[in-house]
């Protein structure tokens, strides 16, 4: 697979040659966190559906497809939804604000004790949401080119810290759209007509598999409400995407190239869990389903093609693991840290350090998680969990209190916790139950404390 090793250190490089023009464009500290909240239509789509399919909705999809068939969809659906939701909707009122964190949007509604409770929650999501990423990457390489898993999260995983340190959001805009292109070309043009073909076509696809895999409604409604549970709403109050809204020109760029970034995540999901199916006819016995995609990839392609579709992968992988990366340095940096210097704001050097630290942090995780949707799953449960009854409430009513969402965030995180330790990380009752507490006690403490002076909601 020496051609394939090769093509892929050709992807790395050009990656980290991008990351090197990021950091001559960012020039100041807004540069680095929003890129000038300055990006166009195009550059916004590609950055916007890069930030989304990421390591779980690549290898996650194509596992879901190989198992539930075509329902297996469903993950990336939630996913696209979310982002037209949040396009549509939301970001008029967020680019208005001039922010740089989901949490700042508590302080304005709230007070500073709600902002730092919150960017608690909201690091661990977004440093989750990068190791599910960097997991990704290393078990592809393991896969493909027999790397101890180790060395293949090292290697990934380090251009991603490397490139993202060095050019912050503008190095990551650059890289997401190379990587919208090579992974749109690589995933739905080459490798699903590739594995279509090899099946015999779409006719001894329906063929081979049972007809269950061909129902939207087979991976079951329980699955399907869970998902948008989880992603629709993890989407409209993540860090890391909210910080990609922060980047856009104007609203109008956000409306109609945001929409049409979240319509493409949906196609992108059904292109992934074709592929899915058909790696099960090929492959109908693996030993380790999660490995769906990396064993496809290795027995459907020739040499060469299947380096630019292991490229394709990556871009997909590197692109959401970047994301999650300046998230949560962004939180550390702009959240958290001036509380620590007696109110002093970060500089270009402090958020490039601190990204670099978050980054060893993140791959220090990644070698003891091992499973992509369970780290995802984990990552929005305590997301959801935790902050969506508060920062609704922020945005949407007058009478919430900071006693209140302290309580609600608080008590729904736990709740979350909970749920996930004494059910497991698939179980439908973690979201359920601490949506369902953090939304009774968000109300019960804020009717029975004093009602707030102001309202970001009236900015809003």
């Known amino acids: 697979m020496a051609l394939d090793l090769f093509v892929v250190l050709i ?5 980290l040659v991008l990351g090197y023009y990021g950091m001559r464009r960012a020039k100041t500290h807004e540069d680095y966190l929003v890129a000038g909240r300055n990006l166009g239509p195009s550059l916004y789509m590609g950055t916007m559906a890069a930030t989304v399919l990421g390591g779980a909705s690549t290898v996650g999809t194509v596992r879901l497809g190989y198992v539930h068939g075509i329902s297996g969809f469903w993950l990336c659906a939630a996913l696209g939804a979310g982002i037209i939701a949040l396009n549509l909707f939301l970001a008029k009122p967020l680019l208005k604000l001039k922010i740089f964190t989901v949490t700042q949007v508590l302080e304005k509604r709230y007070n500073p004790m709600a902002r730092q409770a919150s960017a608690v929650i909201m690091l661990a999501d977004a440093l989750m949401i990068g ?6 990457i290393g078990t592809v390489l393991q896969v493909l080119f027999g790397l ?59 063929a081979k598999l049972p007809a269950s895999n061909f129902s939207f409604t087979e991976i079951g409604w329980d699955t399907i409400i869970t998902y948008f549970m989880i992603y629709f709403f993890g989407i409209l109050i993540g860090q890391d995407i909210w910080q990609r809204v922060f980047t856009a020109r104007d609203e109008k760029v956000a409306q109609y190239a945001g929409t049409f970034a979240g319509f493409y995540c949906i196609l992108y999901g059904l292109a992934c869990a074709l592929i899915g199916m058909a790696a099960h006819v090929l492959l ?48 550390l940096t702009e959240d958290l840290l001036p509380r620590l210097r007696g109110g002093k704001q970060s500089s270009l050097s402090i958020n490039r350090l601190f990204t670099m630290l978050t980054g060893i942090a993140v791959l220090g995780i990644a070698l003891v998680v091992n499973d992509v949707i369970s780290a995802l799953t984990l990552a929005y449960n305590l997301l959801v969990g935790g902050m969506l009854i508060p920062l609704m ?18 008590l729904g995180f736990v709740t979350a916790l909970v749920f996930m330790f004494k059910d497991g990380l698939d179980a439908n009752t973690p979201i359920y139950y601490s949506l369902a507490v953090g939304l009774v006690s968000f109300v019960l403490v804020s009717l029975l404390s004093r009602r707030p002076e102001a309202s970001v909601a009236r900015a809003i």
């Open 131 to 136: 190791v599910t990423s960097i997991l990704a």
């Open 11 to 15: 992807y790395a490089a050009g990656m």
């Open 284 to 331: 109908p016995n693996l030993d380790n389903v999660n490995n769906a995609f990396a064993a496809i990839v290795k027995a459907s392609l020739p040499d060469g093609i299947r380096g630019l579709v292991i490229a394709a992968a990556l871009a997909a992988m590197m692109s959401t693991a970047s994301a999650g990366l300046l998230a949560a340095s962004t939180v």
């Open 393 to 410: 409430g922020a945005i949407f009513w007058k009478r919430a209190t900071t006693s209140g969402a302290i309580a609600s965030m608080t």
């Open 148 to 206: 101890p898993f180790w060395v293949s999260v090292l290697l990934g995983g380090g251009v991603v810290v490397v490139y993202s340190t060095i050019g912050g959001m503008w190095s990551l805009t650059l890289t997401d759209i190379v990587q919208f292109v090579i992974k749109t070309v690589g995933l739905m043009f080459i490798l699903l007509p590739i594995c279509l073909y090899r099946v015999g076509g779409w006719d001894q696809l329906v």
